[in-house]
């Protein structure tokens, strides 16, 4: 009766819906960001790196040649919080999303569209950021992702 609905709605552990699961079901590009934001966050979180390394100062890229910082600034949404879940949700929502079904811009499909977008706007951002002395674009790239996801699909709600 509604013992076995409300079970079969729910679950049993090892029933094959764990985070392993949730984690590979994600298209490669939102798995890698998704992981390596988390990766980042816990790094800093814990003090076994310093937010220092990974913020987007030019200086020390030109100067230092320290080239990982064209990278590291997206994947570092700040320490643990409310708004930390919330860009992750979002990252994964939205990037998923999109990465399954982006325009076609003739690089190749899917997946490599969608990392030659992430490839500009990360390159934008950067030249924004320096301008604009912001050392996290994080959250400036997540949100692009959101507006292009939102303009492709224009009739669908957000969550």
Do not use: H
Not at 24 to 52: D, K, M, N, Q, Y
């Amino acid at each position: 009766g509604l013992e076995r609905t409300v079970m079969a709605r729910i679950g049993r552990v090892g029933d094959g819906n764990g985070p392993r699961e949730w984690l590979e079901s994600l298209p490669p590009i939102t798995r890698t960001w998704f992981l390596a934001s988390l990766l980042t966050t816990c790094l800093v979180s814990f003090g076994i790196l310093s937010p220092f390394r990974v913020l987007w100062i030019w200086p020390m890229v030109w100067e230092k040649f320290e080239l990982w910082r064209l990278v590291t600034p997206f994947a570092f949404f700040g320490g643990f919080s409310f708004p930390f879940l919330i860009n992750m949700y979002l990252l994964v929502q939205y990037s998923r999303n999109y990465e399954v079904s982006p325009y076609n811009t003739g690089g190749g499909g899917g997946t490599a569209d969608y990392a030659w977008m992430l490839v500009l706007g990360m390159g934008l951002l950067l030249v924004m950021s320096t301008l604009m002395g912001v050392p996290a674009p994080s959250q400036g790239l997540t949100y692009m992702v959101l507006y292009v996801w939102s303009r492709r699909n224009p009739t669908a709600g957000t969550v």
